[in-house]
């Protein structure tokens, strides 16, 4: 069993997805890609996310990309893996390979399409937490989801009869929904590790989160730790000058999600293919002015350019 007893504390960086030409998975550059994060000095890693366009992966793709997020990371940086799918079989298929390889822990959202009940999403993680001895993470989107996510009741529930479930994302960006997730999840576990799903530090971190999942720490590092090491350290006026920059870069970034991020990476010199249909990728004036966004926001000459 894994040692992770709680969340990791600072910014967990999540790997894109690289596709070759021919629509394949591009494992070599995906080790490029999991080296690059690393050297970002991450509080964890998180594969297998949306933005890896899980959705378009095949199951057995996810267990490659898990098993190999691993073997790069060779202990360096302890690694999540997002099981999530619609069915629960298939969700502790996922689960029992990332242990098997060597994950240090779970995540698993609510799962969509289906509209369960309460007590159904109990049961999923139930059977998940049964199926697997690592630790795990909720993951909480209810609007993207279906608007299906958990109850304060439910976490609870799961918390008292699972303690290896330490933590949850909460993404709905709802505050008054991720206070409530919070005051649930701390009533069981006062070490509980709440985070926000994406870069809002500032009311994610002033109302008891703990970590940030980045969508954009491929894109601009310097960027993300300079947010996150002002706002954990209480400088708020230094802080919000950098978050409606990330802001910027969250709108950027949300059409067509996640061929903009993915256009991001290649222009700052980290090429990591297409998306996959039916994610669309930028066309050439959209990539323009893309890049003429990141030059505005001071990210073309302020971040690092290529792999090294």
């Given at each position: 069993?894994?040692?992770?007893?709680?969340?990791?504390?600072?910014?967990?960086?999540?790997?894109?997805?690289?596709?070759?030409?021919?629509?394949?998975?591009?494992?070599?550059?995906?080790?490029?890609?999991?080296?690059?994060?690393?050297?970002?000095?991450?509080?964890?890693?998180?594969?297998?996310?949306?933005?890896?366009?899980?959705?378009?992966?095949?199951?057995?793709?996810?267990?490659?990309?898990?098993?190999?997020?691993?073997a790069v990371a060779a202990g360096r940086a302890p690694v999540i893996v997002n099981v999530s799918t619609p069915?629960?079989?298939?969700?502790?298929?996922?689960?029992?390979?990332?242990?098997?390889?060597?994950?240090?822990?779970?995540?698993?959202?609510?799962?969509?399409?289906?509209?369960?009940?309460?007590?159904?999403?109990?049961?999923?993680?139930?059977?998940?937490?049964?199926?697997?001895?690592?630790?795990?993470?909720?993951?909480?989107?209810?609007?993207?989801?279906?608007?299906?996510?958990?109850?304060?009741?439910?976490?609870?529930?799961?918390?008292?009869?699972?303690?290896?479930?330490?933590?949850?994302?909460?993404?709905?960006?709802?505050?008054?929904?991720?206070?409530?997730?919070?005051?649930?999840?701390?009533?069981?576990?006062?070490d509980f590790g709440l985070f926000v799903g994406t870069e809002w530090m500032i009311p994610s971190f002033t109302l008891g989160g703990v970590a940030c999942m980045s969508i954009q720490g491929?894109?601009?590092?310097?960027?993300?730790?300079?947010?996150?090491?002002?706002?954990?350290?209480?400088?708020?006026?230094?802080?919000?000058?950098?978050?409606?920059?990330?802001?910027?870069?969250?709108?950027?970034?949300?059409?067509?999600?996640?061929?903009?991020?993915?256009?991001?990476?290649?222009?700052?010199?980290?090429?990591?293919?297409?998306?996959?249909?039916?994610?669309?990728?930028?066309?050439?004036?959209?990539?323009?002015?893309?890049?003429?966004?990141?030059?505005?926001?001071?990210?073309?000459?302020?971040?690092?350019?290529?792999?090294?």
């Amino acid at each position: 069993m894994s040692s992770m007893t709680r969340v990791p504390r600072g910014i967990i960086h999540c790997p894109v997805t690289p596709f070759d030409p021919a629509n394949a998975v591009d494992l070599d550059t995906f080790a490029r890609v999991v080296e690059f994060l690393l050297r970002q000095e991450p509080a964890a890693l998180c594969v297998n996310l949306h933005l890896a366009e899980s959705l378009n992966l095949t199951l057995e793709e996810r267990m490659v990309l898990a098993e190999a997020a691993v073997a790069v990371a060779a202990g360096r940086a302890p690694v999540i893996v997002n099981v999530s799918t619609p069915g629960t079989d298939q969700a502790i298929t996922l689960a029992r390979h990332a242990e098997k390889v060597g994950a240090d822990c779970l995540m698993a959202i609510t799962p969509y399409h289906w509209k369960p009940s309460q007590d159904a999403i109990y049961a999923h993680f139930a059977a998940l937490m049964t199926a697997s001895a690592l630790p795990m993470l909720g993951y909480n989107s209810p609007h993207a989801m279906g608007g299906i996510g958990f109850a304060p009741a439910t976490l609870v529930r799961i918390m008292r009869d699972f303690p290896r479930f330490i933590g949850l994302k909460e993404a709905s960006h709802n505050w008054e929904t991720y206070v409530a997730l919070g005051r649930a999840g701390r009533s069981v576990m006062p070490d509980f590790g709440l985070f926000v799903g994406t870069e809002w530090m500032i009311p994610s971190f002033t109302l008891g989160g703990v970590a940030c999942m980045s969508i954009q720490g491929g894109v601009a590092p310097r960027l993300v730790k300079a947010l996150h090491e002002a706002t954990v350290s209480g400088r708020l006026a230094d802080a919000l000058p950098l978050q409606e920059k990330l802001a910027e870069l969250f709108a950027l970034a949300m059409p067509e999600y996640p061929a903009p991020s993915k256009a991001m990476w290649e222009i700052m010199g980290r090429p990591v293919g297409k998306p996959r249909l039916p994610n669309r990728p930028l066309g050439p004036d959209e990539v323009k002015a893309l890049e003429g966004a990141l030059a505005r926001l001071g990210i073309l000459d302020g971040e690092p350019h290529g792999w090294d």
